[in-house]
């Protein structure tokens, strides 16, 4: 199969729900990892991230480092791709709430928690944004115990912090809220 073939049958395959096939694509061929299959420049990755395929993104990851090496630069580079919006896998994980996927992207690069899409925001800022408070909590987590005390990922280039994201949300009151009230000293918002 040449790229062109398997960027197409990729595509297709994701858009079919096709999780299956687009796992053995990836397991035969490893130049598929870092091919963006959309017009906006997704991954098959970026793809079933997006779809909330927990188990797919899961086996995903595994034949990237599996093909790559856990940890190595090459899968490094591959969950740092960003679609035409400058998001990442693991921003995308953030949006749609997923700790897991959060969790197995992040522990593979901890430095994309603080990657920026093209409106400066990360991951953990995109978290409060769409208002998932675990995703947010297991993140700001992944920085504090990383020593990232850089309290500029919950600000955006505009100076909107992940605080007003919350408020205007209408997910301070019963989701951030409360954390950021009895646990100050962990949310530096």
């Keep these: 199969m040449d790229a062109e073939e398997i960027k197409k049958t990729l595509f297709n395959s994701a ?52 093909a790559a090496g856990e940890g190595s630069n090459r899968t490094k580079a591959v969950l740092e791709i960003k679609n035409d919006s400058g998001n ?6 953030a949006s749609v709430g997923s700790v897991r996927m959060c969790q197995c992207i ?34 700001h987590y992944l920085c504090s115990s990383k020593n ?8 955006r280039k505009d100076g909107q912090t992940a605080l007003h994201s919350a408020i205007n949300g209408d997910y301070f009151e019963n989701e951030l809220g409360p954390y950021c009230i009895h646990e100050p000293d962990k949310c530096r918002l």
Excluded at 148 to 155: A, H, L, Q, T, V
Aim: charged share 30%.
């Design 15 to 66: 858009m079919k729900g096709e999780w299956n096939k687009v796992v053995e694509i990836y397991g035969e061929f490893p130049d598929a990892h870092d091919t963006r299959i959309t017009r906006t420049g997704e991954t098959a990755l970026h793809v079933a991230v997006s779809d909330g395929q927990e188990d797919t993104v899961e086996d995903l990851l595994d034949l990237i480092m599996a």
């Design 88 to 93: 990442t896998p693991l921003h995308y994980a």
């Design 106 to 139: 992040a522990q593979q690069d901890p430095l994309l928690v603080g990657a920026r899409n093209i409106e400066s925001e990360t991951p953990l800022f995109m978290a409060a944004l769409h208002g998932k408070k675990d995703v947010f909590l297991r993140l």
């Design 148 to 155: 990232e005390k850089d309290i500029s990922y919950c600000r």
